[in-house]
């Protein structure tokens, strides 16, 4: 017996190392390639940081493409959130008519085609001038990501015993405070893990951003892709590479600070719906 544990520790131990082998060398590459000399880069003697420099300086340079970013990843992240959190909430704890087909309805837009919402969605932004702008797309983002978080936070308030909250209103809390004060403590990984979720498709985002921003206002994955493609079609696989690690870094950072708050939220949300 302990002979058959020992070998499915080793095999499990294996398995979970090639695939963090696996999935870290595109990246490992990434980095490798950003500071090691090539023909036609910035850096074409020896290594150093010289696309990087020509990636900061690209266009109207990288401060202004990153406050793009934030401003789209971090509105839609907020706005989410409070979605979420007041959307499950009502989901998981009050009782109307309607309730389940309703939570279907919300659920059902996650079932249509990512492509098939813009073209109408492009409409509708310039019909209430939120077109080439920052707060549209995220706006735009917060539509997408609003189903699956409003049913991770219902699985979230729904693990929440009912006497926490009835001893909240025994103690002289409304219904405000008894969700503002108690429940969204009780449900702070299953916040994070919607935030989290929500920034990182925000700041990956290409598609929403493409359609409805200018030049001027792209965030860092369409303005990685304009630098791409320069001069006569020329590729600058130096710069763009370099792009590609400051586009991930902020991911992963999150990732490792955030991590356990992660998979508590998904834990929580798979116990009970």
């Given at each position: 017996m302990?002979?058959s544990?020992a070998?499915?520790?080793?095999?499990a131990?294996?398995?979970t190392?090639v695939?963090?082998v696996?999935f870290?060398?595109p990246l490992?590459?990434?980095?490798?390639?950003?500071?090691?000399?090539?023909?036609g880069?910035a850096?074409?003697?020896?290594?150093?940081?010289?696309?990087?420099?020509?990636m900061f300086?690209y266009?109207?340079g990288f401060?202004a493409?990153?406050?793009n970013s934030?401003?789209?990843?971090?509105?839609?992240t907020?706005?989410?959130?409070?979605?979420a959190?007041?959307?499950?909430?009502?989901?998981?704890?009050?009782?109307?008519?309607?309730?389940n087909?309703?939570f279907?309805?919300?659920l059902?837009?996650?079932?249509?085609p990512?492509a098939?919402?813009?073209?109408p969605?492009?409409?509708?932004?310039k019909?209430?001038?939120?077109q080439n702008s920052l707060i549209?797309?995220?706006?735009?983002?917060?539509?997408?990501?609003?189903p699956?978080?409003i049913f991770?936070m219902?699985?979230?308030f729904?693990t929440?015993?009912?006497?926490?909250e009835e001893?909240a209103?025994?103690?002289?809390?409304n219904?405000?405070?008894?969700?503002?004060r108690?429940?969204?403590?009780?449900?702070?990984?299953?916040?994070?893990t919607v935030?989290?979720?929500t920034?990182?498709?925000a700041?990956?985002?290409?598609?929403?951003?493409?359609y409805l921003?200018?030049?001027?206002?792209?965030?860092?994955p369409?303005a990685?892709?304009?630098?791409?493609?320069?001069t006569m079609?020329?590729?600058?696989?130096?710069s763009?590479t370099?792009?590609v690690?400051?586009?991930t870094?902020?991911?992963?950072?999150?990732?490792?600070?955030?991590?356990?708050?992660?998979?508590?939220?998904?834990t929580?949300?798979?116990?009970?719906?």
């Amino acid at each position: 017996m302990k002979r058959s544990n020992a070998a499915g520790r080793s095999a499990a131990y294996t398995l979970t190392t090639v695939m963090a082998v696996v999935f870290m060398l595109p990246l490992v590459w990434a980095v490798v390639s950003s500071v090691s000399p090539s023909p036609g880069t910035a850096q074409t003697d020896g290594f150093g940081f010289g696309n990087y420099t020509t990636m900061f300086h690209y266009g109207l340079g990288f401060p202004a493409y990153l406050k793009n970013s934030l401003v789209v990843s971090i509105g839609a992240t907020v706005v989410t959130i409070v979605i979420a959190a007041t959307g499950g909430y009502a989901f998981a704890r009050f009782r109307f008519r309607g309730r389940n087909a309703l939570f279907v309805l919300v659920l059902s837009v996650m079932m249509i085609p990512y492509a098939a919402l813009l073209i109408p969605l492009l409409v509708w932004m310039k019909d209430i001038h939120l077109q080439n702008s920052l707060i549209g797309v995220a706006l735009v983002l917060t539509l997408f990501q609003v189903p699956f978080s409003i049913f991770m936070m219902r699985n979230s308030f729904a693990t929440i015993p009912r006497e926490l909250e009835e001893a909240a209103y025994i103690d002289g809390c409304n219904s405000f405070q008894a969700f503002y004060r108690i429940m969204l403590p009780a449900v702070r990984p299953g916040i994070v893990t919607v935030g989290l979720f929500t920034y990182l498709a925000a700041w990956n985002d290409f598609m929403v951003s493409l359609y409805l921003l200018s030049t001027e206002k792209a965030p860092l994955p369409l303005a990685l892709v304009n630098m791409r493609q320069q001069t006569m079609g020329v590729i600058d696989y130096g710069s763009t590479t370099a792009g590609v690690v400051v586009l991930t870094l902020p991911a992963i950072v999150l990732f490792l600070a955030l991590q356990r708050y992660y998979i508590r939220g998904f834990t929580s949300g798979a116990v009970k719906g």
